[in-house]
């Protein structure tokens, strides 16, 4: 929670390699958040301090990374850090602003399966970026590609990428198997070997090349791509890690017509992308070119700036309340939203290279997606389903008949017994045929065994042996509406099961949130007094490491216990997140509900928890301030919060009234 201890400046940490081979994408990522910097500077800085820009080099060493970001802090006191591109730099880095509770910027696309509280990611996960990139190669418009190679530098980014790519295609029923999947070392360079296994592959058919080759790798990779002179139509590139700075390096004949993936192409031809390049080449004098991790870095950097200003404090755990729903215009033209679960929502855009050393635009994702590190296993899932589905509906037979004006039967497919037995009623068929020509959702008919079956029926004329006909198409749906039906049923349990804290069984903090807000209205309208509340658990870190998190689980669930026996039925509580909790007290005074939290303190101190022999106790701090009627429940949470820092500082174990 510090706010800086120089106290004129605000220190914020720039982790960007200018040298080694992550310079060519991180040296620019540097630049645009110096001249970020100098325009809030220019304008009065941010709390009325200029911010100080505190920038260091790793070099492109991962390990670096780590222990700069020490230095950032305990030297500098950086209050946030902006930087990393490798998911290695990022995942060095994490331990560091978790330990010091600091927070990271990170504006790079990664792998998902990651999710830290001292992490906002302005980069793709693989929902927003790597799935539909292979989508758009498996459609007709982007080539309808079957067969893929796997290429990738050596570390964790590209193998898991690849991973749940390979899952994505099997679930499509493509059976990767046999596809190569290749990896080479940072700075790669000799590529003979690799080109022959890209030799055998393309000579085994059509297909893609899927490149998270990163840095300066890929400059020679295209070139010696290009010398063995794969046509682009049956053997493209693919990158999700290829920008406008490398094609600057690159000679536009190695890499014309390769595609990329990203959230942003320089050719963006919106308002705000036109006015951002101009004034970023007039900073520097240059035409030096823009591209998606840099227009990331932007976004952070103004939603921490907004987050910092709305905070009134560049505290961690102010900010980072703040930073929940920020929003800000990217270059693209809309706007980016930050989630709860720190990731923000995106377009995704395919490009070509062109001659010009930049990116036309091919497709643009028709609406933005949220950013979701678990999303993966999400799609592979319906993916499998919806092709498991696909394959037992084809081989189930389609009845069909065809009937004449007055209904009667002309043809009938063998399938079409299994409903209606050898004769098909006159009066039925009039039924379906009605249904089918008034577009009805659903028909009922008794089959020949007295089976109730629900079924859809479409009809289309046709000539059928010189007469004018009908042909009337069935689809047996009585298992699908059964299905529905349990599906409704389980999607009410998943709507509660959505508002609950799966640990503590108490509300989680969107419903919390939720149902807080409701609350303070209805006290509103009624005139009466309110409070609010925080309390966390004093040193739960400790309790963590060495009771292990089990024990520390243990704690969290008999708060919870004791709060849902100590509070009144209708005060309204709830989880956020971690070992905070908190709470509005409804009909109530300060001193009553200062008494009421008080008592609770109590009972949280006297519980005691064995574990291998020790007994463990523990302690809680609680923040309470009460609600005015002109008071949002935002400003209320706020001081709530404000206040607990203040009963921590005093000495913890203890209630501390906020202003109200």
């Known amino acids: 929670m510090s706010e800086g201890k120089r106290g004129t400046s605000i220190p914020v940490g720039l982790l960007h390699s200018v040298h080694g081979t992550m310079a060519i994408g991180e040296t620019s990522m540097r630049d645009v958040l110096l001249m970020e910097i100098e325009r809030v500077n220019a304008a009065g800085g941010l709390l009325g301090r200029q911010i100080e820009a505190i920038s260091l080099d790793p070099a492109s060493n991962w390990m670096a990374y780590r222990d700069l970001a020490v230095k950032l802090i305990e030297e500098h006191d950086a209050q946030a850090i902006f930087g990393c591109w490798t998911s290695s730099s990022r995942k060095s880095v994490l331990p560091v602003v978790e330990e010091f509770d600091r927070l990271l910027f990170y504006p790079v696309q990664y792998e998902g399966e990651e999710l830290s509280r001292n992490i906002?990611?302005?980069?793709?996960?693989?929902?927003?970026?790597?799935?539909?990139?292979?989508?758009?190669?498996?459609?007709?418009?982007g080539g309808g590609f079957t067969r893929f190679f796997f290429l990738g530098t050596d570390y964790v980014y590209p193998r898991t990428t690849n991973r749940v790519l390979k899952l994505f295609l099997d679930a499509k029923g493509l059976k990767t198997e046999g596809f190569p999947e290749c990896y080479v070392p940072f700075g790669h360079a000799q590529w003979h070997d690799q080109m022959e296994e890209i030799q055998a592959f393309y000579e085994g058919g059509r297909g893609a090349v899927i490149s998270t080759l990163n840095g300066d790798t890929n400059l020679s990779f295209y070139r010696a791509f290009k010398a063995r002179g794969f046509p682009v139509e049956d053997l493209p590139v693919m990158a999700f890690s290829v920008t406008e700075a490398e094609l600057q390096l690159i000679e536009p004949d190695d890499v014309i017509g390769q595609m990329a993936c990203t959230s942003y192409f320089m050719s963006n031809t919106s308002p705000e992308n036109a006015a951002f390049i101009a004034s970023w080449q007039e900073r520097w004098q240059?035409?030096?070119?823009?591209?998606?991790?840099?227009?990331?870095?932007?976004?952070?950097?103004?939603?921490?700036?907004?987050?910092?200003?709305?905070?009134?404090?560049?505290a961690t755990s102010a900010v980072r309340q703040y930073m929940y729903g920020q929003t800000e215009r990217s270059l693209n033209g809309n706007t980016c939203t930050m989630g709860i679960n720190h990731h923000g929502d995106l377009s995704t855009f395919v490009g070509r290279a062109n001659r010009q050393r930049s990116f036309d635009i091919v497709w643009a994702s028709p609406r933005k997606v949220a950013g979701d590190p678990f999303a993966a296993a999400t799609i592979i899932a319906d993916t499998r389903a919806a092709n498991e589905k696909r394959a037992l509906l084809e081989a189930l037979p389609t009845p069909l008949f065809v009937v004449d004006g007055e209904s009667k039967v002309r043809y009938r497919t063998p399938s079409t017994h299994r409903y209606f037995g050898q004769t098909i009623a006159k009066g039925q068929i009039t039924d379906i045929r009605n249904a089918a020509n008034a577009n009805a959702a659903d028909?009922?008919?008794?089959?020949?065994?007295?089976?109730?079956?629900?079924?859809?029926?479409s009809s289309r004329e046709l000539m059928f042996e010189g007469e004018p006909s009908y042909l009337v198409s069935l689809a047996d749906v009585t298992h699908i509406r059964e299905v529905e039906e349990k599906l409704r049923a389980?999607?009410?349990?998943?709507?509660?099961?959505?508002?609950?804290?799966s640990l503590t069984n108490v509300s989680n903090r969107r419903h919390f949130m939720d149902t807080a807000l409701v609350s303070l209205d209805r006290m509103r309208e009624l005139g009466r007094p309110a409070a609010v509340f925080m309390l966390d658990v004093d040193a739960f870190k400790l309790v963590n490491d060495r009771y292990g998190h089990e024990?520390?689980?243990?704690?969290?669930?008999?708060?919870?216990d004791t709060m849902r026996h100590s509070l009144r039925e209708w005060d309204v509580f709830g989880r956020l997140g971690g070992d905070e909790f908190a709470g509005l007290l409804f009909d109530t005074n300060t001193a009553h509900a200062f008494a009421v939290l008080d008592r609770l303190r109590t009972q949280l101190a006297s519980i005691r928890i064995e574990s291998e022999g020790e007994v463990v106790s523990f302690t809680s701090s609680i923040g309470m301030t009460p609600i005015a009627a002109n008071d949002t429940f935002a400003e209320g949470l706020k001081r709530a919060d404000d206040a607990l820092y203040r009963a921590k500082r005093t000495g913890r174990n203890r209630v501390f009234i906020g202003s109200g």
């Open 120 to 141: 906002f990611y302005f980069g793709a996960t693989p929902n927003q970026q790597a799935i539909p990139a292979l989508e758009y190669l498996l459609s007709s418009e």
């Open 286 to 314: 240059a035409p030096r070119p823009v591209y998606d991790a840099m227009v990331s870095t932007i976004l952070s950097f103004r939603m921490w700036c907004k987050a910092v200003t709305a905070a009134k404090s560049t």
């Open 443 to 457: 028909l009922q008919i008794s089959d020949h065994n007295g089976r109730t079956v629900h079924m859809t029926a």
């Open 490 to 501: 389980t999607n009410g349990e998943l709507r509660q099961l959505a508002t609950i804290d």
């Open 551 to 560: 024990v520390g689980d243990r704690v969290l669930v008999l708060i919870a």
